[in-house]
Structures are given as structure tokens and as C-alpha cells.
């Protein structure tokens, strides 16, 4: 399949605490990414540094395993600088860790970084025609139909980037 030159060869998917939202977006983004042909490097973090070390939340993995997304071995680590560096693409889930992340990258362009060799930044729903624009809800504090929801709006949203990212 062909892909469009704008197709990123790496992909950083950023929540809050990376317990939750992005390690599920991680693993369901990378099997879709393969099943579509994408060589493509996905990988997750949190703006927070809470949980660093710690694997998923075990609901978040119990309703992704039940899906067939295994994430128990994933395990959480925080935002850093050097991501902005070694991937194309970081999508955050909702709209405070988009506006974290571009402070970050906003400080590194201070810094006298290149504007081309920072990481682009954009919501994880911006290209899903049917959650584009709204944050994928944080479910820690919610129930099971929260975990749910997660779910169900990460494959969609993961699925219309890579629909995106299609030769026309």
C-alpha cells in the first residue's frame, strides 16, 4: 500500500498518568498500524510523572485484554524532551496534554531548536469524523463503561489516522 509523504514513521501517544488511555492507545494503534502495512514505531507517555515504572491500570487492562489488546507489559514513563526529537508525531488525548506538550515544545524552540526537527503535535481525535475535536476521556476515576468508551474511541480515532495517512 502506498502512504502519503506525510506518513510518520513514529508515532508518541500522550495521556496524563500513562496508565489508562495512552498505553491502550499504544498497543490498539500499533495493531492497527500493522494490519495496515505501516512499518511504524508507536510507543506511549504521560505529562505526569506519577506513575513512572508502573504497569497499566489493571482495568484499563482487563477491558483492553477483552478486546484482544494486551498491555500488561507496557509500563508508564513521562514525556521528555528527547521525544520531541525521535518521533514525528505526538498525539495527545485530550486538550491539556496538547497544551502541555506545546509548552514543552515551545521551550525547546527557545532553545533554539528547528521548528522541522520537533515532533508535530496534534489531538489524538483530530482526523476521526466521528470524535474529531474532543478529548478522549480520562476513565481513572469512572467505571467499567468508562474503560469502554476509551476503547471504543481509540479504534475509531486510531483507524481514521491511519485512513488519513492512505495514498488516494
Not at 514543552?104 to 482526523?127: Q, V
Request: aromatic content about 8%; glycine content about 6%.
Amino acid at each position: 500500500m502506498l502512504m502519503k509523504a506525510s506518513t510518520p514513521s513514529s508515532v508518541l501517544l500522550v495521556c496524563l498518568g500513562n496508565i489508562c488511555r495512552s498505553p491502550t492507545a499504544e498497543e490498539i494503534f500499533r495493531q492497527q498500524a500493522a494490519i495496515a502495512g505501516l512499518n511504524m514505531k508507536v510507543d506511549s507517555a504521560g505529562t505526569g510523572d506519577w506513575h513512572i515504572g508502573h504497569a497499566p491500570d489493571i482495568r484499563a487492562q482487563r477491558h483492553a485484554k477483552s478486546h484482544g489488546y494486551n498491555i500488561s507489559k507496557l509500563v508508564a514513563r513521562q514525556v521528555s524532551a528527547e521525544d520531541f526529537y525521535n518521533f514525528d508525531l505526538i498525539l495527545a488525548m485530550d486538550t491539556q496534554n496538547l497544551a502541555d506538550l506545546q509548552a514543552i515544545k515551545d521551550e525547546l524552540l527557545g532553545a533554539n531548536s528547528n521548528e522541522e526537527s520537533l515532533a508535530k503535535l496534534a489531538l489524538f481525535s483530530e482526523e476521526d469524523p466521528t470524535y474529531g475535536g474532543d478529548s478522549v476521556p480520562d476513565p481513572y476515576k469512572g467505571d467499567g463503561n468508562a474503560f469502554e468508551e476509551v476503547i471504543e474511541r481509540i479504534e475509531s480515532s486510531s483507524k481514521a489516522w491511519i485512513e488519513s495517512w492512505k495514498a488516494v
